[in-house]
């Protein structure tokens, strides 16, 4: 993180009131989780308070085994050696859900973004059984909770859908690959996994973009817009360093951009020409001539490598494919005069494999001063942004306030 | 304005620093200057202070002839008729310019809003000679300085440009119709005008969209889409209450987000197919066929009426220019899940000839949650949105220290 200070930290000097204390010791530890290991003296400089503020705060939290002080490789500022306050991963933990189109992912994720343990499963396609979702995460949940150390405690539970979700009350409304589902999905896997603690929802490239604004190809950027593949097309922008939300959660639908409005591939939502339906893993794999073979990640690397090794018929398909998102990006980057574009899930693989064809459209129909500096990147989190962010989801009551959440 | 509090008021009952006092007059007075009338329990209500708090904030300000108190017509909350604050007009004023493509326009504006005094030229258009507008806005300026009653204080300078404002120094950098341009527009209108006081400098679309959020048919929603039509199509978007505006202020360009990439008109950015290109004053008049007559608004104005009349080109041209406006605007709800979309400039004009296909393509291509509740009005200001938040940029000192700004 570039910037000196940090919102939310509260420093008068002499009068620092219970409630602020509290509130330091979040915004403290948040720095901390995001950043892994940061010195006394940046903490006090980001932080706007004094040295004996900072030590305090530092004794609070390594006393509750959130945090450690270790002596850092390289020197401080007068060239001693300077003490770095790092993120504890034994203490507390979150349990991580993400629910994508084709597989079902649990992890239990320490502080720092640490993935301690994982597990996963295939799901079936086109299958809004939320009974049966909920219960395979409520076991790997279960199996989770019962893999941790004895002394570690669950502090909060988030989860990652492939759907719209509805901000005031996580209400998952709407699959495009499905249709209106409304589904309660977050009181139901909190009722099964038993632990007393709220599940956190959030659209999975919602997630994605919180994450690797957080700790991924978007760290230190204020304004980013990162594009989500998995099967279909999602979005998850960051506008002033907040995610963008609009009036009920339903920002970011880049997906359903039209880019393509007189022949364009009819899209699941029953719209055409959108930019899920020319470059989501459908249109890919029929451009490639590869509709009858694998799907998902393996069908899109498939092609992605074929192309590498020089089969045209996959080359074409990524040009065109390559042509459409270049399209996209370039009436985002108008729109949004970003830092970073980030392309997550399966569209990280098809930038890789088109990156010289969405280069070429943002080059000619980005507006010049937009396009001289934005960056177009891969995600640093790989497949694993939405579960990232989900885990995200799962820290806020312990960043807001870590002594609260803990005494609870 | 719907919300209860207010950002920015600082309450803490006993402990008023001298400090947030002078930030409570400050947002006390914005909400006066917002809402035009607002009644003292209203205002202590919002602002979460008790009432010796507002009784005291409200006397500083009547004493500076900020504001008066008088009885409203309707009565209080216990039958008794309720003292309601208003903003004056006399004793403070700001300058406002807007530089239109085709027009230039100046006025003396009063808190509230109210625009007192105005004048307005015709611009040759493509014309980017720097002095030249700036002689003509600066002798309008003069003029309205010496109109203005004697005891009256200017308290700010904030002016509206038809191009790409650098939001760090105001710098007008690229001009589409134009291309690079570089100007330094605000400090030569400064220096012009010899008031002592800084020119803030805004695009725009950037600007109408803050006063139609601010007093305009976007009042009271924290998200909103505004499209102005001015020869070309610009775009100001409030995010959570906020102007998007990106890394360096060029956010929102959505004239230049791709719809036709088949067969698309070529756009004076240099790409083709852009919204701007499809349904600016140039494809309208084009489409039309009256391509050789009046330009402008009274153009626009004359397709729309030709098409109530029955001609039939004219209403082919709005079908068609309708329809891609539609497209523009749905892929704008799918991003943003805006409470609202305002159609300002000569696109207020459009959206009236054409609301039905805009409509259509909004039926069709919006995702149904987004679609649910977002209403498409037409600017509550008019023309003048672009000068309305000229002015609000003029009052920007004003209304962050009241006592500070009349001091200086």
């Known amino acids: 993180m570039s910037s000196s200070t940090v919102s939310g930290a509260i420093g008068t000097g002499r009068l620092v009131s219970q409630v602020s204390r509290r509130r330091n010791l979040g915004v403290l530890l948040r720095e901390v989780h995001r950043d892994g290991a940061v010195s006394r003296t940046e903490l006090a400089d980001r932080m706007g308070v004094n040295r004996s503020t900072i030590l305090t705060l530092i004794s609070k939290l390594a006393a509750t085994g959130l945090v450690r002080e270790e002596t850092s490789a390289t020197t401080g500022r007068a060239g001693r050696p300077s003490l770095v306050v790092r993120p504890e991963t034994g203490q507390v933990y979150v349990l991580a859900f993400d629910v994508a189109v084709d597989r079902l992912v649990a992890a239990r994720v320490g502080l720092g973004g640490t993935v301690l343990e994982r597990r996963e499963a295939a799901r079936r396609r086109?299958?809004?059984?939320?009974?049966?979702?909920?219960?395979?995460?409520?076991?790997?949940?279960?199996?989770?909770?019962?893999?941790?150390?004895?002394?570690?405690?669950?502090?909060?539970?988030?989860?990652?859908?492939?759907g719209l979700i509805r901000a005031a009350d996580g209400k998952v409304r709407l699959v495009p690959t499905i249709g209106w589902t409304d589904l309660d999905f977050g009181p139901a896997l909190g009722r099964r996994l038993g632990l007393g603690l709220p599940v956190a929802v959030g659209n999975e490239a919602h997630l994605g973009a919180l994450a690797e604004h957080e700790r991924g190809a978007g760290a230190g950027s204020r304004n980013l817009v990162y594009l989500h593949g998995d099967v279909g097309v999602g979005g998850g922008i960051i506008v002033g360093g907040r995610l963008l939300d609009g009036d009920e959660g339903y920002a970011a639908e880049l997906g359903h951009m039209i880019v393509n409005p007189y022949d364009g591939r009819p899209c699941n939502c029953g719209s055409r020409g959108c930019l899920e339906a020319e470059v989501g893993e459908e249109a890919l794999l029929e451009a490639a001539g590869r509709a009858g073979g694998p799907l998902g990640r393996e069908g899109v690397r498939g092609v992605v490598q074929a192309a590498e090794r020089g089969d045209a018929a996959a080359r074409a398909a990524l040009d065109r494919v390559g042509d459409w998102l270049g399209i996209g990006v370039a009436n985002l980057i108008n729109l949004f005069n970003p830092g970073v574009v980030i392309f997550g899930g399966m569209l990280s693989e098809i930038y890789r494999g088109a990156a010289a064809q969405v280069d070429t459209r943002v080059q000619n129909s980005v507006l010049p001063v937009s396009r001289e500096r934005v960056a177009l990147r891969t995600a640093a989190l790989g497949y694993?942004?939405?579960?990232?962010?989900?885990?995200?989801?799962?820290?806020?009551?312990?960043?807001?306030?870590?002594?609260?959440?803990?005494?609870?």
């Open 384 to 408: 694993d942004s939405t579960l990232a962010g989900a885990a995200e989801l799962g820290f806020a009551a312990l960043l807001a306030d870590p002594l609260g959440a803990l005494s609870r």
């Open 126 to 162: 086109g299958n809004d059984d939320l009974d049966e979702v909920v219960t395979v995460l409520a076991g790997f949940g279960a199996e989770l909770v019962a893999a941790a150390p004895p002394d570690a405690t669950c502090v909060g539970v988030g989860a990652s859908y492939c």
